[in-house]
């Protein structure tokens, strides 16, 4: 298979300026999106056009030689075109770990709220459960990840490429906002979307204002299971339980054995 160096361009988006960095194919026109202020390189690449089916795929199959993490980006004008992004460095995710948000963002709520609230999360209430057990891998999380992709692509999204080990470092590496309302810094949550890809074969497709979509290759299958990661949920994301199913039951009814997970934030 014949390879090409990567377009300067994207070359930029690399602390190392791309030194080896390969694709397979052409991309669609695009343009690299500078973050506000004075940053060093650009944040991400973002194609001119919504991204064709089978585009996010080739991308992600690609991701070894490119080290380019495809994302889909919705709502174009805001955040994405507009620069209204505040990149980190992905090194910072190592120091967070998705039990130790989960317990911190469970005890601040106890602490603040009536006790009639404790209904919001039981069977759990004022004690944090920690982390759920891992699911079991029901497909490849890399061709779920691209049947999802797939799924997404009749929205008409346009694609962004970021330079990230992995897909949960794009949360960090592109800047990502989405969650501002819940948590002032992306990297903690960042850690919690890397220990879901590790449990449960999650996978970053897609992102947008406030929004979050990811493909699931070990999603739960029994109900006690489904609970306890509608708590981690919860933690992550409580809009997506307070305005949707209301508590942890209803919404684990949701989630239970689905290959997708979406995440809203008010």
Same mark, same amino acid.
């Given at each position: 298979?014949?390879?090409?160096?990567?377009?300067?361009?994207?070359?930029?988006?690399?602390?190392?300026?791309?030194r080896g960095r390969s694709l397979s194919f052409g991309l669609p026109a695009g343009e690299v999106v500078w973050p506000d202020g004075t940053a060093r390189r650009p944040a991400f690449w973002m194609s001119d056009e919504p991204a064709p089916e089978g585009l996010w795929a080739a991308m992600r199959a690609e991701h070894p030689h490119s080290g380019l993490w495809p994302v889909l980006l919705d709502e174009t004008a805001q955040p994405w075109s507009s620069a209204q992004v505040a990149p980190d460095s992905p090194d910072l995710v190592d120091?967070?770990?998705?039990?130790?948000?989960?317990?911190?963002?469970?005890? /601040?709520?106890?602490?603040?709220?009536?006790?009639?609230?404790?209904?919001?999360?039981?069977?759990?209430?004022?004690?944090?459960?920690?982390?759920? /057990?891992?699911?079991?891998? $029901?497909?490849?999380?890399?061709?779920?990840?691209?049947? *999802?992709?797939?799924?997404?692509?009749? $929205?008409?999204? @346009?694609?962004?490429? %970021?330079?990230? $080990?992995?897909?949960? /470092?794009?949360?960090?590496?592109?800047? +990502?906002?989405?969650?501002?309302?819940?948590?002032?810094?992306?990297?903690?949550?960042?850690?919690?979307?890397?220990? +879901?890809?590790?449990?449960?074969?999650?996978?970053?497709?897609?992102?947008?204002?406030?929004?979050?979509?990811?493909?699931?290759?070990?999603?739960?299958?029994?109900?006690?299971? %489904?609970?306890?990661?509608?708590?981690?949920?919860?933690?992550?994301? @409580?809009?997506?339980?307070?305005?949707?199913?209301?508590?942890? *039951?209803?919404?684990?009814?949701?989630?239970?054995?689905?290959?997708? +997970?979406?995440?809203?934030? /008010?």
């Amino acid at each position: 298979m014949k390879t090409h160096q990567l377009p300067a361009s994207l070359c930029r988006l690399f602390e190392d300026g791309g030194r080896g960095r390969s694709l397979s194919f052409g991309l669609p026109a695009g343009e690299v999106v500078w973050p506000d202020g004075t940053a060093r390189r650009p944040a991400f690449w973002m194609s001119d056009e919504p991204a064709p089916e089978g585009l996010w795929a080739a991308m992600r199959a690609e991701h070894p030689h490119s080290g380019l993490w495809p994302v889909l980006l919705d709502e174009t004008a805001q955040p994405w075109s507009s620069a209204q992004v505040a990149p980190d460095s992905p090194d910072l995710v190592d120091t967070f770990t998705a039990a130790g948000f989960m317990t911190e963002v469970w005890q /601040d709520w106890v602490s603040q709220v009536p006790v009639e609230s404790l209904a919001e999360i039981e069977p759990f209430g004022p004690i944090c459960p920690g982390l759920a /057990d891992p699911g079991q891998l $029901r497909g490849d999380p890399g061709l779920v990840a691209d049947w *999802y992709a797939g799924v997404l692509a009749d $929205r008409g999204m @346009p694609l962004g490429l %970021a330079a990230a $080990r992995r897909g949960a /470092d794009t949360l960090v590496v592109m800047g +990502w906002q989405g969650a501002l309302h819940h948590n002032e810094w992306m990297v903690p949550l960042a850690a919690v979307v890397r220990s +879901w890809e590790e449990r449960f074969g999650a996978r970053v497709v897609a992102m947008g204002f406030n929004t979050l979509e990811l493909s699931v290759a070990a999603p739960p299958v029994t109900p006690e299971h %489904a609970v306890h990661v509608a708590a981690e949920h919860w933690a992550f994301c @409580p809009d997506n339980v307070v305005q949707g199913a209301g508590d942890l *039951y209803g919404y684990a009814e949701q989630i239970i054995g689905q290959y997708s +997970w979406s995440f809203w934030w /008010d």
